[in-house]
Protein backbone atom coordinates (compact mmCIF):
# COMPACT_ATOMS: atom_id res chain seq x y z
CA UNK A 1 0.00 0.00 0.00
CA UNK A 2 1.77 2.97 -1.00
CA UNK A 3 0.99 6.55 0.47
CA UNK A 4 1.71 9.41 -1.16
CA UNK A 5 2.50 12.80 0.32
CA UNK A 6 1.42 15.68 -2.39
CA UNK A 7 3.29 19.33 -2.40
CA UNK A 8 0.54 22.26 -1.60
CA UNK A 9 0.26 24.34 -4.96
CA UNK A 10 -2.33 26.77 -3.67
CA UNK A 11 -0.81 30.18 -3.32
CA UNK A 12 0.31 30.94 0.77
CA UNK A 13 -0.05 27.24 1.80
CA UNK A 14 2.49 26.46 3.33
CA UNK A 15 1.10 23.33 5.04
CA UNK A 16 1.89 20.07 4.48
CA UNK A 17 -0.29 16.74 5.15
CA UNK A 18 2.05 14.60 6.83
CA UNK A 19 5.50 16.61 9.08
CA UNK A 20 8.36 13.66 9.00
CA UNK A 21 8.00 13.30 12.94
CA UNK A 22 4.63 11.20 11.40
CA UNK A 23 5.87 8.75 9.10
CA UNK A 24 6.36 5.99 11.55
CA UNK A 25 2.63 5.83 12.24
CA UNK A 26 1.81 5.37 8.43
CA UNK A 27 4.78 3.01 8.09
CA UNK A 28 3.46 0.78 11.45
CA UNK A 29 0.05 0.58 9.70
CA UNK A 30 1.74 -1.29 6.87
CA UNK A 31 1.69 1.70 4.28
CA UNK A 32 5.24 2.34 2.34
CA UNK A 33 5.28 6.58 2.42
CA UNK A 34 6.65 8.07 -0.82
CA UNK A 35 6.77 12.23 -0.82
CA UNK A 36 6.78 14.68 -3.52
CA UNK A 37 9.98 16.33 -3.70
CA UNK A 38 9.46 20.09 -1.59
CA UNK A 39 6.16 18.75 -0.10
CA UNK A 40 8.00 19.85 3.79
CA UNK A 41 10.20 22.79 2.26
CA UNK A 42 7.24 25.86 3.10
CA UNK A 43 6.69 24.68 6.24
CA UNK A 44 10.96 24.01 7.25
CA UNK A 45 10.99 20.61 6.62
CA UNK A 46 13.41 19.17 3.40
CA UNK A 47 13.17 15.93 1.41
CA UNK A 48 16.52 14.70 3.56
CA UNK A 49 14.05 15.05 6.99
CA UNK A 50 11.33 12.73 5.27
CA UNK A 51 14.06 10.26 3.68
CA UNK A 52 15.62 9.67 7.55
CA UNK A 53 11.89 9.10 8.64
CA UNK A 54 11.45 6.51 6.62
CA UNK A 55 9.95 8.01 3.25
CA UNK A 56 11.16 7.52 0.08
CA UNK A 57 10.87 11.01 -1.95
CA UNK A 58 10.01 11.36 -5.63
CA UNK A 59 11.28 14.07 -7.83
CA UNK A 60 7.81 15.56 -9.11
CA UNK A 61 4.23 14.85 -8.94
CA UNK A 62 3.55 12.32 -11.61
CA UNK A 63 6.66 9.95 -10.04
CA UNK A 64 5.01 10.36 -6.57
CA UNK A 65 1.75 9.16 -8.09
CA UNK A 66 2.67 6.31 -9.53
CA UNK A 67 0.78 3.18 -8.32
CA UNK A 68 -0.55 5.51 -5.04
CA UNK A 69 -3.05 3.54 -3.07
CA UNK A 70 -3.59 6.69 -0.86
CA UNK A 71 -2.74 10.63 -1.70
CA UNK A 72 -2.85 12.75 1.24
CA UNK A 73 -2.84 16.89 0.65
CA UNK A 74 -4.01 19.83 2.81
CA UNK A 75 -6.17 21.99 0.67
CA UNK A 76 -8.53 20.82 -2.13
CA UNK A 77 -6.81 19.60 -5.20
CA UNK A 78 -6.86 22.14 -8.47
CA UNK A 79 -8.65 20.74 -11.72
CA UNK A 80 -5.36 20.18 -13.13
CA UNK A 81 -3.81 18.30 -10.48
CA UNK A 82 -7.24 16.20 -10.40
CA UNK A 83 -6.42 14.78 -14.00
CA UNK A 84 -2.73 13.48 -12.43
CA UNK A 85 -4.20 11.64 -9.83
CA UNK A 86 -4.34 7.54 -10.35
CA UNK A 87 -8.08 6.16 -10.69
CA UNK A 88 -9.02 3.87 -7.65
CA UNK A 89 -6.85 5.89 -5.73
CA UNK A 90 -8.03 7.64 -2.21
CA UNK A 91 -7.72 10.78 -1.67
CA UNK A 92 -7.69 12.26 1.94
CA UNK A 93 -7.55 16.31 1.68
CA UNK A 94 -10.01 19.30 3.06
CA UNK A 95 -12.47 19.40 -0.23
CA UNK A 96 -13.75 22.53 0.48
CA UNK A 97 -13.77 25.86 0.59
CA UNK A 98 -12.64 25.15 -3.04
CA UNK A 99 -14.22 26.49 -6.34
CA UNK A 100 -15.36 24.50 -8.56
CA UNK A 101 -15.80 21.84 -6.37
CA UNK A 102 -13.40 19.22 -6.69
CA UNK A 103 -16.07 15.97 -6.26
CA UNK A 104 -17.57 15.61 -9.49
CA UNK A 105 -14.17 15.94 -11.44
CA UNK A 106 -12.78 13.07 -8.69
CA UNK A 107 -15.41 11.09 -9.92
CA UNK A 108 -15.17 11.58 -13.32
CA UNK A 109 -11.56 10.39 -12.61
CA UNK A 110 -12.30 7.28 -10.66
CA UNK A 111 -10.49 8.81 -7.65
CA UNK A 112 -12.39 8.06 -4.38
CA UNK A 113 -12.33 11.18 -1.68
CA UNK A 114 -12.36 11.12 2.10
CA UNK A 115 -13.50 14.92 2.57
CA UNK A 116 -11.38 15.97 6.11
CA UNK A 117 -14.15 18.94 7.00
CA UNK A 118 -17.00 15.63 6.40
CA UNK A 119 -15.47 13.61 9.83
CA UNK A 120 -18.32 13.90 12.18
CA UNK A 121 -17.59 15.46 15.72
CA UNK A 122 -18.56 12.18 17.80
CA UNK A 123 -16.31 11.08 20.07
CA UNK A 124 -15.09 8.21 18.43
CA UNK A 125 -13.92 10.74 15.55
CA UNK A 126 -12.16 13.06 18.22
CA UNK A 127 -8.52 12.49 17.43
CA UNK A 128 -9.86 12.64 13.32
CA UNK A 129 -11.24 16.45 13.54
CA UNK A 130 -8.77 18.07 11.19
CA UNK A 131 -10.86 21.01 11.38
CA UNK A 132 -10.84 21.56 15.37
CA UNK A 133 -6.79 20.46 14.90
CA UNK A 134 -6.71 23.61 12.43
CA UNK A 135 -9.32 25.72 14.01
CA UNK A 136 -7.46 25.63 17.37
CA UNK A 137 -4.39 27.29 15.15
CA UNK A 138 -6.24 29.57 13.75
CA UNK A 139 -7.29 31.02 17.13
CA UNK A 140 -3.66 31.43 18.59
CA UNK A 141 -2.46 32.51 15.35
CA UNK A 142 -5.68 35.41 15.30
CA UNK A 143 -4.67 36.63 18.63
CA UNK A 144 -1.11 37.22 17.69
CA UNK A 145 -2.29 39.10 14.70
CA UNK A 146 -3.98 41.35 16.79
CA UNK A 147 -1.34 41.69 19.41
CA UNK A 148 1.48 42.60 16.95
CA UNK A 149 -0.68 44.86 15.25
CA UNK A 150 -2.23 46.90 18.09
CA UNK A 151 -0.06 49.65 19.03
CA UNK A 152 -0.46 49.16 22.51
CA UNK A 153 0.57 46.19 24.62
CA UNK A 154 -1.91 43.52 25.61
CA UNK A 155 -1.33 43.34 29.55
CA UNK A 156 -1.93 45.64 32.15
CA UNK A 157 1.87 46.52 33.35
CA UNK A 158 2.93 48.81 36.35
CA UNK A 159 5.97 50.38 35.58
CA UNK A 160 8.20 53.44 36.47
CA UNK A 161 7.01 55.27 33.19
CA UNK A 162 3.33 54.54 34.77
CA UNK A 163 0.30 52.16 34.37
CA UNK A 164 -0.20 50.94 31.18
CA UNK A 165 -3.91 49.35 31.44
CA UNK A 166 -4.70 45.92 29.89
CA UNK A 167 -5.81 45.92 25.77
CA UNK A 168 -9.69 45.34 25.27
CA UNK A 169 -10.28 42.51 23.10
CA UNK A 170 -13.67 41.47 21.72
CA UNK A 171 -13.58 37.85 20.21
CA UNK A 172 -17.11 37.74 18.60
CA UNK A 173 -17.88 33.40 17.74
CA UNK A 174 -16.70 31.25 20.38
CA UNK A 175 -16.24 27.84 18.94
CA UNK A 176 -13.24 26.20 18.69
CA UNK A 177 -11.05 28.72 16.94
CA UNK A 178 -12.59 31.38 19.01
CA UNK A 179 -12.13 29.79 22.64
CA UNK A 180 -8.28 29.15 21.39
CA UNK A 181 -8.54 33.47 20.53
CA UNK A 182 -9.81 33.85 23.93
CA UNK A 183 -7.21 32.04 26.15
CA UNK A 184 -4.33 32.93 23.72
CA UNK A 185 -5.11 37.05 24.73
CA UNK A 186 -5.88 35.91 27.96
CA UNK A 187 -2.44 34.59 28.62
CA UNK A 188 -0.77 37.53 27.08
CA UNK A 189 -3.05 39.52 29.62
CA UNK A 190 -5.75 41.42 27.99
CA UNK A 191 -8.57 41.76 29.27
CA UNK A 192 -11.18 39.70 26.82
CA UNK A 193 -15.14 40.04 26.40
CA UNK A 194 -16.78 37.42 23.67
CA UNK A 195 -20.04 36.94 21.96
CA UNK A 196 -21.41 34.09 20.62
CA UNK A 197 -25.23 33.15 19.63
CA UNK A 198 -25.27 29.90 20.98
CA UNK A 199 -26.19 30.13 25.06
CA UNK A 200 -23.61 26.73 25.40
CA UNK A 201 -20.91 29.10 24.48
CA UNK A 202 -21.38 31.03 27.61
CA UNK A 203 -20.10 28.28 30.38
CA UNK A 204 -16.51 27.76 27.86
CA UNK A 205 -15.99 31.87 27.58
CA UNK A 206 -16.51 32.15 31.35
CA UNK A 207 -14.10 28.93 32.43
CA UNK A 208 -11.39 30.67 30.45
CA UNK A 209 -11.76 33.84 32.00
CA UNK A 210 -13.46 35.94 30.00
CA UNK A 211 -16.76 37.57 30.00
CA UNK A 212 -19.86 36.40 27.75
CA UNK A 213 -22.22 39.23 26.03
CA UNK A 214 -25.06 37.71 25.14
CA UNK A 215 -27.94 39.24 22.45
CA UNK A 216 -30.72 37.84 24.32
CA UNK A 217 -32.63 35.69 21.35
CA UNK A 218 -35.90 34.83 21.61
CA UNK A 219 -35.30 31.17 20.62
CA UNK A 220 -31.97 28.54 20.52
CA UNK A 221 -29.66 29.92 18.02
CA UNK A 222 -27.83 26.30 18.37
CA UNK A 223 -28.99 23.48 15.62
CA UNK A 224 -27.43 19.53 15.52
CA UNK A 225 -24.35 18.98 15.70
CA UNK A 226 -23.62 22.00 18.46
CA UNK A 227 -23.49 24.06 14.81
CA UNK A 228 -24.88 28.05 14.86
CA UNK A 229 -27.84 28.51 12.75
CA UNK A 230 -28.67 31.60 10.49
CA UNK A 231 -30.70 34.50 12.35
CA UNK A 232 -34.04 36.03 11.45
CA UNK A 233 -34.13 39.76 10.36
CA UNK A 234 -35.80 41.06 14.32
CA UNK A 235 -32.38 38.81 15.69
CA UNK A 236 -30.55 40.64 13.35
CA UNK A 237 -31.43 43.85 14.60
CA UNK A 238 -30.93 42.72 18.30
CA UNK A 239 -27.15 41.55 17.27
CA UNK A 240 -26.68 45.23 15.18
CA UNK A 241 -27.53 46.96 18.82
CA UNK A 242 -25.40 44.85 21.14
CA UNK A 243 -21.99 45.35 17.90
CA UNK A 244 -23.06 48.99 17.84
CA UNK A 245 -21.83 49.10 21.52
CA UNK A 246 -19.16 46.31 21.92
CA UNK A 247 -17.09 47.02 18.70
CA UNK A 248 -16.12 50.75 19.50
CA UNK A 249 -15.06 49.70 23.02
CA UNK A 250 -12.71 47.38 21.85
CA UNK A 251 -9.16 47.72 21.23
CA UNK A 252 -8.89 44.76 19.18
CA UNK A 253 -11.56 42.26 17.44
CA UNK A 254 -10.93 38.92 16.69
CA UNK A 255 -14.17 37.23 14.71
CA UNK A 256 -14.25 33.44 13.68
CA UNK A 257 -18.44 33.92 13.40
CA UNK A 258 -19.34 30.92 10.77
CA UNK A 259 -22.39 29.16 9.67
CA UNK A 260 -21.60 25.69 7.77
CA UNK A 261 -22.02 25.54 4.17
CA UNK A 262 -22.87 29.26 4.27
CA UNK A 263 -21.13 32.71 3.83
CA UNK A 264 -19.67 34.38 7.39
CA UNK A 265 -22.77 36.39 9.07
CA UNK A 266 -21.66 40.18 8.80
CA UNK A 267 -21.65 41.26 12.18
CA UNK A 268 -19.32 44.42 11.88
CA UNK A 269 -20.43 47.22 9.78
CA UNK A 270 -18.67 49.95 8.55
CA UNK A 271 -20.32 52.67 10.60
CA UNK A 272 -18.93 50.47 13.71
CA UNK A 273 -15.54 50.45 12.44
CA UNK A 274 -15.67 53.91 11.96
CA UNK A 275 -16.73 54.86 15.82
CA UNK A 276 -13.43 52.59 17.32
CA UNK A 277 -10.81 54.64 18.92
CA UNK A 278 -7.74 55.73 16.66
CA UNK A 279 -5.43 52.32 16.14
CA UNK A 280 -8.18 50.20 16.86
CA UNK A 281 -7.52 46.48 15.05
CA UNK A 282 -10.21 43.70 13.60
CA UNK A 283 -8.99 40.41 12.86
CA UNK A 284 -11.09 38.83 10.59
CA UNK A 285 -10.38 35.21 10.71
CA UNK A 286 -13.92 34.05 8.66
CA UNK A 287 -12.27 35.58 5.22
CA UNK A 288 -11.85 32.31 3.63
CA UNK A 289 -16.13 32.37 3.61
CA UNK A 290 -16.24 35.75 3.02
CA UNK A 291 -15.58 37.72 6.10
CA UNK A 292 -17.34 39.09 9.34
CA UNK A 293 -16.65 42.60 9.05
CA UNK A 294 -18.00 44.18 5.97
CA UNK A 295 -14.91 46.46 4.80
CA UNK A 296 -12.44 43.24 5.85
CA UNK A 297 -10.53 42.44 2.28
CA UNK A 298 -9.91 38.65 2.14
CA UNK A 299 -5.92 38.40 2.26
CA UNK A 300 -5.19 42.19 2.59
CA UNK A 301 -4.36 44.48 5.69
CA UNK A 302 -5.93 47.43 5.29
CA UNK A 303 -7.14 50.99 6.88
CA UNK A 304 -10.38 52.14 7.41
CA UNK A 305 -11.03 55.57 9.31
CA UNK A 306 -9.15 54.85 12.85
CA UNK A 307 -8.79 50.93 12.54
CA UNK A 308 -6.54 48.37 11.07
CA UNK A 309 -8.41 45.53 9.03
CA UNK A 310 -6.39 42.40 8.85
CA UNK A 311 -8.30 39.24 6.73
CA UNK A 312 -5.75 36.37 6.75
CA UNK A 313 -6.72 33.56 3.92
CA UNK A 314 -6.30 30.63 5.69
CA UNK A 315 -4.51 31.40 8.74
CA UNK A 316 -3.84 27.97 10.08
CA UNK A 317 -1.28 27.83 7.18
CA UNK A 318 0.94 30.58 9.57
CA UNK A 319 1.18 28.09 11.96
CA UNK A 320 2.66 25.32 9.60
CA UNK A 321 4.90 22.56 11.54
CA UNK A 322 2.52 22.23 14.26
CA UNK A 323 -0.94 22.60 12.32
CA UNK A 324 0.84 20.13 10.12
CA UNK A 325 1.73 18.04 12.88
CA UNK A 326 -1.65 17.59 14.02
CA UNK A 327 -3.68 17.52 10.45
CA UNK A 328 -0.79 14.04 10.15
CA UNK A 329 -2.59 12.90 13.36
CA UNK A 330 -5.86 13.77 12.17
CA UNK A 331 -5.32 11.44 9.10
CA UNK A 332 -3.33 8.75 10.39
CA UNK A 333 -6.45 7.94 13.24
CA UNK A 334 -8.67 7.92 10.28
CA UNK A 335 -6.18 5.62 8.33
CA UNK A 336 -5.95 3.54 11.54
CA UNK A 337 -9.73 2.61 11.36
CA UNK A 338 -9.64 1.99 7.95
CA UNK A 339 -6.70 -0.89 8.07
CA UNK A 340 -7.59 -4.45 8.81
CA UNK A 341 -4.70 -7.03 8.31
CA UNK A 342 -2.65 -4.98 6.36
CA UNK A 343 -5.31 -4.09 3.90
CA UNK A 344 -6.84 -0.90 3.10
CA UNK A 345 -10.85 -1.51 3.61
CA UNK A 346 -13.38 1.69 2.87
CA UNK A 347 -16.37 0.53 4.52
CA UNK A 348 -19.47 2.34 3.86
CA UNK A 349 -21.39 0.82 7.03
CA UNK A 350 -18.59 2.83 9.16
CA UNK A 351 -20.11 6.00 10.35
CA UNK A 352 -17.10 8.43 9.91
CA UNK A 353 -16.47 6.71 6.32
CA UNK A 354 -19.95 6.76 5.08
CA UNK A 355 -20.30 10.83 6.90
CA UNK A 356 -16.62 11.85 5.04
CA UNK A 357 -16.48 9.61 1.66
CA UNK A 358 -17.40 11.99 -0.57
CA UNK A 359 -17.04 10.05 -3.56
CA UNK A 360 -16.86 5.92 -4.47
CA UNK A 361 -16.18 4.37 -7.47
CA UNK A 362 -16.77 7.08 -9.61
CA UNK A 363 -20.23 7.94 -7.83
CA UNK A 364 -20.60 11.09 -6.26
CA UNK A 365 -22.22 10.69 -2.61
CA UNK A 366 -22.14 13.91 -1.57
CA UNK A 367 -22.07 17.56 -2.80
CA UNK A 368 -20.66 20.39 -2.02
CA UNK A 369 -23.52 22.16 -0.23
CA UNK A 370 -23.90 19.77 1.71
CA UNK A 371 -26.33 16.73 0.86
N1 LIG B 1 -15.83 16.38 19.04
C1 LIG B 1 -16.67 17.29 19.48
O1 LIG B 1 -17.55 17.03 20.24
C2 LIG B 1 -16.55 18.68 18.95
C3 LIG B 1 -15.34 19.09 18.38
C4 LIG B 1 -15.26 20.39 17.87
C5 LIG B 1 -16.34 21.25 17.94
N2 LIG B 1 -17.48 20.83 18.53
C6 LIG B 1 -18.64 21.71 18.60
O2 LIG B 1 -19.04 22.04 17.28
C7 LIG B 1 -19.62 23.31 17.28
C8 LIG B 1 -19.04 24.16 16.18
O3 LIG B 1 -17.70 24.53 16.48
P1 LIG B 1 -16.82 25.22 15.36
O4 LIG B 1 -15.66 25.82 16.03
O5 LIG B 1 -16.59 24.30 14.23
O6 LIG B 1 -17.80 26.38 14.86
P2 LIG B 1 -17.84 27.14 13.47
O7 LIG B 1 -16.46 27.31 12.93
O8 LIG B 1 -18.90 26.56 12.61
O9 LIG B 1 -18.37 28.58 13.97
C9 LIG B 1 -17.62 29.35 14.88
C10 LIG B 1 -18.55 29.95 15.90
O10 LIG B 1 -19.31 31.00 15.31
C11 LIG B 1 -20.53 31.07 16.00
N3 LIG B 1 -21.49 31.92 15.27
C12 LIG B 1 -22.22 31.66 14.16
N4 LIG B 1 -22.98 32.73 13.84
C13 LIG B 1 -22.71 33.69 14.75
C14 LIG B 1 -23.17 35.02 14.95
N5 LIG B 1 -24.08 35.59 14.16
N6 LIG B 1 -22.67 35.70 16.01
C15 LIG B 1 -21.76 35.17 16.84
N7 LIG B 1 -21.28 33.91 16.70
C16 LIG B 1 -21.75 33.19 15.67
C17 LIG B 1 -20.92 29.61 16.14
O11 LIG B 1 -21.90 29.43 17.14
C18 LIG B 1 -19.57 28.98 16.51
O12 LIG B 1 -19.39 28.92 17.91
C19 LIG B 1 -19.44 23.87 18.68
O13 LIG B 1 -20.63 23.65 19.40
C20 LIG B 1 -18.33 23.05 19.24
O14 LIG B 1 -18.36 22.96 20.65
C21 LIG B 1 -17.61 19.56 19.02
Redesign the pocket.
Known amino acids: MDLVILKETRDGESRVALAPDHIRLFTDLGFTVRVEAGAGSAAGWSDGEYAEAGASVAPDMEGALRGARVVVKVRPPLPEEILKLPPQALLISFLSPADPDPAPALAERGVDALALERVP ?3 R ?2 RM ?1 A ?2 SQ ?1 TAVGYVGALMAASHLPRFFPMLTTAAGTIPPARVLV ?7 LQAIATARRLGARVRA ?4 A ?2 AEQVQSLGATFVQAALPAE ?2 VE ?4 RE ?1 SGSEEDR ?1 HQLMMEEIPAADAVIT ?5 GRPA ?1 R ?1 ITAEMVERMAPGSVIVDLAADTGGNCEVSRPGETIRHGPATIVAPLQPAARLPQDASRMLGRNIAALLKEMVTEGELVISEDDDIVDAALVVRDGRLRKSQAGG
Open positions: RTTAQDLSALGAGVAGYDIRAAAEGGYALQTAQIPPL
